[in-house]
């Protein structure tokens, strides 16, 4: 049985991907992915950040376009996000998993689209799958990450501060003027 050919994943032919039932797996640098945010390391000692992906086709029935080629993408990535309540480090495991189904033309897809649980595409010649992955991994993000519970929630304000902010008010200055008292 002669060796079948390795798929440039840059350049991922799609249709053909599908109809030989491919299957591609592996994990990637998260520097690689300029859109994803930036993980620091704990230490120069702790290896880099990976995104763990695989993808897999099928040729599959999309209700109202027959068998289409059909793609799997699922990824997983650690990261670190900053805590948008504390601002504090938010190591977060982000996970994607979602099925495409191709189509043959913008119309069709963005029709099939709206009826389908999965997402419907344009087929194109060629699929850039390492995009793809970073897509799929920026849609499940969250919104707003935040600690559930932060770790040390910010201080509004530190009532030690009141003399000096006050000694640096302009206002305050003002009102001790009008009151006849020396400013500070």
Do not use: Y
């Not at 994990?27 to 994803?36: I, K, V």
């Not at 504390?86 to 009826?115: M, S, T």
């Not at 649980?117 to 993000?141: K, N, Q, T």
Request: glycine share 6%.
């Amino acid at each position: 049985m002669a060796a079948r050919p390795d798929p440039d994943l840059r350049h991922l032919d799609v249709a053909a991907f599908a109809a030989a039932s491919g299957e591609r797996s592996g994990e990637w640098p998260t520097a690689g992915f300029t859109r994803l945010p930036a993980s620091p390391a704990e230490s120069d000692a702790a290896p880099d950040p990976v995104v763990a992906w695989r993808v897999t086709g099928r040729m599959a029935a999309i209700a109202g376009a027959g068998v289409q080629p059909q793609l799997r993408i699922e990824a997983g990535a650690d990261l670190v996000l900053q805590c948008q309540r504390c601002l504090q480090p938010l190591p977060l495991a982000v996970r994607a998993d979602r099925r495409i189904g191709f189509v043959e033309g913008e119309d069709a897809a963005a029709a099939l689209d709206a009826e389908s649980d999965d997402d419907v595409l344009a087929l194109a010649p060629v699929l850039d799958v390492h995009a793809l992955v970073e897509d799929e991994l920026l849609l499940a993000l969250p919104l707003v990450p935040r600690h559930d519970v932060c770790p040390d929630p910010p201080r509004l304000r530190d009532p030690d501060d009141d003399a000096v902010a006050s000694a640096l008010n302009p206002f305050a200055v003002l009102a001790a003027l009008k009151r006849g008292a020396p400013p500070n």
